[in-house]
T-cell receptor, first 111, second 116 residues
Framework: ETGVTQSPTHLIKTRGQQVTLRCSSQSGHNTVSWYQQALGQGPQFIFQYYREEENGRGNFPPRFSGLQFPNYSSELNVNALELDDSALYLC??????????FGPGTRLLVL | AQKITQTQPGMFVQEKEAVTLDCTYDTSDQSYGLFWYKQPSSGEMIFLIYQGSYDEQNATEGRYSLNFQKARKSANLVISASQLGDSAMYFCAMREGRQAGTALIFGKGTTLSVSS
């Protein structure tokens, strides 16, 4: 158990809709990162939040946005869903530069 | 150029045997970290082992060891005495530098199958 939880576990949406995925970080971890993992691929970095501010972003469009809250929880929001957004979404938390610990992921299917 | 290369799409090993999963990396940073994660079919990424670029000793964690060859830019994972529960996808990852905002860069993974 990593102490990182995600909800929901599975989600089905249609193209054009919006989705919010949630993550609860391990207590005390001030950094949360989100990754997208397409089938058969390694995870790709979406963005990272440190003390409620975004401080790193991968090659993802602005329709991918996020929030981090003081209670160590965070959200990933995706607007105008596309078929290619179907993937496993992983959040990971850490304290400063220490090891990242991942949650179980949310499987998103866009139809 | 890929930052992390895992050339073995799949590996097969029998129980109790040792297995080496290959990983090469590409970076111009002097300070970086190398990680191995295990991903069972359930999807969760499980941290296995970490090697810092300045660490002189190879990292070990129980049955896992990391064969770090800095000059060759390789960071192979060695699993000793394989168990059926080791069957999973294994990812090598790198964090470059130590600045805030640095993310993990993952390879494409290697599927390990352990048979009895």
């Amino acid at each position: 158990e990593t102490g990182v939880t995600q909800s929901p576990t599975h989600l089905i949406k249609t193209r054009g809709q919006q989705v919010t995925l949630r993550c609860s970080s391990q207590s005390g971890h001030n950094t949360v990162s989100w990754y997208q993992q397409a089938l058969g691929q390694g995870p790709q970095f979406i963005f990272q939040y440190y003390r409620e501010e975004e401080n790193g972003r991968g090659n993802f469009p602005p329709r991918f946005s996020g929030l981090q809250f003081p209670n160590y929880s965070s959200e990933l929001n995706v607007n105008a869903l596309e078929l290619d957004d179907s993937a496993l979404y992983l959040c990971a938390s850490r304290l400063d530069q220490e090891t990242q610990y991942f949650g179980p992921g949310t499987r998103l299917l866009v139809l | 150029a890929q930052k992390i290369t895992q050339t073995q799409p799949g590996m097969f090993v029998q129980e109790k045997e040792a297995v080496t999963l290959d990983c090469t990396y590409d970076t111009s940073d002097q300070s970086y970290g190398l990680f191995w994660y295990k991903q069972p079919s359930s999807g969760e990424m499980i941290f296995l082992i970490y090697q810092g670029s300045y660490d002189e000793q190879n990292a070990t964690e129980g049955r896992y060891s990391l064969n770090f060859q800095k000059a060759r830019k390789s960071a192979n994972l060695v699993i000793s005495a394989s168990q059926l529960g080791d069957s999973a996808m294994y990812f090598c990852a790198m964090r470059e530098g130590r600045q805030a905002g640095t993310a993990l860069i993952f390879g494409k993974g290697t599927t390990l199958s352990v048979s009895s």
